[in-house]
């Protein structure tokens, strides 16, 4: 553990905090990304309860995508850079988001959903102020295991030269220097632990406790 | 797709390697993770230790796991034994929760029954409650086995075999059609094995459909 405490790896350009920050910026941009795109696709095919076949479908064959792979094709296709970062890393983040929001709207009690039509609402207002808000325990669950995922793979990211804590890994590879390798898979760890403490805290502040497990044996 | 019909013996031997250091891990893994479910489903304490540990080292980033393996077991970096510990470890922290659930969700009911019939522990394990929580723990196998067929690949990085050295030759000749035609194998490799679970999951547990 020595390398990971030597003051000398913690400034400059190739320090940690740097790494650190860079790993923290290929994963929020990616969570922002994908969720983007999953949660309106996961929430719209939930509330018309159609192509739930293909959404199942879909998001297993992209789990089984290797994200090495896609991120070398997109590095062959379009350079170097933060750009093939993002696509591997995004393309990991949708399935989960997207079965989650999916599985959170379905589960919504129908009672609840009729009773919401039952007083008026449109349609946009039953998917958007109930079944989304109902929906968001799962939602979440989807998320921050996304969130887990891509903070474990933007190791990857540094194979083709991009930044992040993979650096230490990679570079640690090229030098045979365990250490340095050991302190890159230490970190990543622990990013992984502070990001999902850090949506589990969002979690709280968003959903409503209404919703939040009830007696002990509560769900983490 | 070419690439593979002009290369296939080539593509065959990264298939038998690609495959051997998928399943076998998913078989240990499996093989270990039904007695710790059934420790951490019988114990709080057990859960409250293992299932924080399992969340913990799934977070270890795959390839982080496989460069440090070799260091921890003092093995060469080439050796297969560094892919296939790291994804015994993935998926016994993944199985290890399936079985617990599965256990936990085995009707009281039916264990008192079979209590009451004079089933020793050992049989009614593997009689009563082992076959009911099969189509659980089945379905936290399909996620392990394609979340391994895909993760073999990152062995590749540090130069062991499988699809994943299609990738990271591909990537140094600038040959799109090879990454390609590895890409393409991994996802036909986890399809297909996670529909030949499907199958024996449907075949061992018949009664799972007699409601329908």
């Known amino acids: 553990m020595g390398w990971l405490f030597d003051p000398a790896h913690w400034s400059g350009s190739t320090g940690i905090?740097?790494?650190?920050?860079?790993?923290?910026?290929?994963?929020?941009?990616?969570?922002?990304?994908?969720?983007?795109?999953?949660?309106?696709?996961?929430?719209?095919?939930?509330?018309?309860?159609?192509?739930?076949?293909?959404?199942?479908?879909?998001?297993?064959?992209?789990?089984?995508?290797?994200?090495?792979?896609?991120?070398?094709?997109?590095?062959?296709?379009?350079?170097?850079?933060?750009?093939?970062?993002?696509?591997?890393?995004?393309?990991?983040?949708?399935?989960?988001?997207?079965?989650?929001?999916?599985?959170?709207?379905?589960?919504?009690?129908?009672?609840?959903?009729?009773?919401?039509?039952?007083?008026?609402m449109r349609e946009s207002g039953v998917l958007l102020q109930v079944e989304i808000p109902n929906a968001l325990p799962l939602i979440y669950g989807g998320f921050r295991g996304a969130a887990l995922q891509?903070?474990?793979?933007?190791?990857?990211?540094?194979?083709?030269?991009?930044?992040?804590?993979?650096?230490?890994?990679?570079?640690?590879?090229?030098?045979?220097?365990?250490?340095?390798?050991?302190?890159?898979?230490?970190?990543?760890?622990?990013?992984?632990v502070l990001v999902d403490l850090g949506f589990a805290g969002l979690q709280r502040l968003t959903v409503s406790p209404g919703l939040r497990p009830v007696g002990t044996g509560g769900k983490k | 797709?070419?690439?593979?019909?002009?290369?296939?013996?080539?593509?065959?031997?990264?298939?038998?390697?690609?495959?051997?250091l998928s399943v076998v891990p998913v078989l240990i893994g499996f093989v270990l993770s039904i007695p710790l479910g059934w420790w951490a489903n019988r114990s709080q304490t057990t859960r409250a230790v293992l299932f924080p540990l399992a969340n913990v080292l799934f977070t270890i980033p795959s390839i982080a796991l496989i460069v440090i393996t070799p260091v921890l077991l003092g093995v060469k970096i080439l050796d297969e034994i560094n892919v296939i510990v790291p994804l015994v470890v993935y998926t016994v922290a993944l199985m290890?929760?399936?079985?617990?659930?599965?256990?936990?969700?085995?009707?009281?009911?039916?264990?008192?029954?079979?209590?009451?019939?004079?089933?020793?522990?050992?049989?009614?394990?593997?009689?009563?409650?082992?076959?009911?929580?099969?189509?659980?723990?089945?379905?936290?196998?399909?996620?392990?086995?394609?979340?391994?067929?895909?993760?073999?690949?990152?062995?590749?990085?540090?130069?062991?075999?499988?699809?994943?050295?299609?990738?990271?030759?591909?990537?140094?000749?600038?040959?799109?059609p090879k990454v390609l035609a590895g890409l393409i194998g991994t996802v036909v490799l986890a399809v297909l094995a996670d529909g030949l679970l499907l199958l024996i999951g449907r075949l061992l547990t018949p009664w799972a459909r007699a409601g329908r």
């Open chain 1, 17 to 120: 905090p740097l790494r650190l920050l860079e790993h923290l910026g290929y994963t929020l941009l990616t969570m922002v990304i994908a969720a983007l795109i999953a949660i309106p696709l996961g929430a719209f095919v939930g509330h018309t309860g159609k192509g739930g076949f293909v959404i199942v479908g879909l998001s297993n064959a992209l789990r089984a995508l290797p994200t090495t792979a896609v991120l070398i094709l997109v590095v062959l296709w379009a350079g170097l850079g933060d750009f093939p970062v993002y696509v591997a890393l995004v393309l990991l983040a949708i399935p989960p988001i997207m079965a989650g929001t999916y599985a959170g709207v379905r589960a919504v009690d129908p009672a609840t959903v009729d009773a919401a039509r039952g007083v008026g």
């Open chain 1, 150 to 192: 891509v903070v474990a793979t933007a190791t990857i990211a540094a194979y083709t030269g991009a930044g992040g804590l993979g650096r230490f890994v990679f570079d640690g590879l090229a030098l045979q220097d365990f250490g340095q390798m050991l302190a890159g898979a230490v970190l990543v760890a622990l990013l992984a």
């Open chain 2, 1 to 20: 797709m070419t690439w593979i019909f002009e290369n296939w013996e080539r593509f065959w031997e990264v298939t038998e390697v690609h495959l051997r």
């Open chain 2, 96 to 176: 290890l929760r399936s079985v617990a659930d599965a256990l936990a969700a085995v009707p009281g009911n039916v264990i008192a029954a079979a209590n009451a019939m004079g089933f020793r522990p050992l049989r009614r394990f593997l009689t009563v409650d082992f076959p009911l929580a099969l189509p659980v723990t089945i379905a936290g196998l399909r996620v392990a086995t394609v979340s391994n067929i895909s993760m073999v690949s990152v062995g590749a990085l540090v130069g062991l075999g499988g699809y994943g050295q299609l990738f990271t030759e591909g990537y140094q000749t600038d040959n799109t």
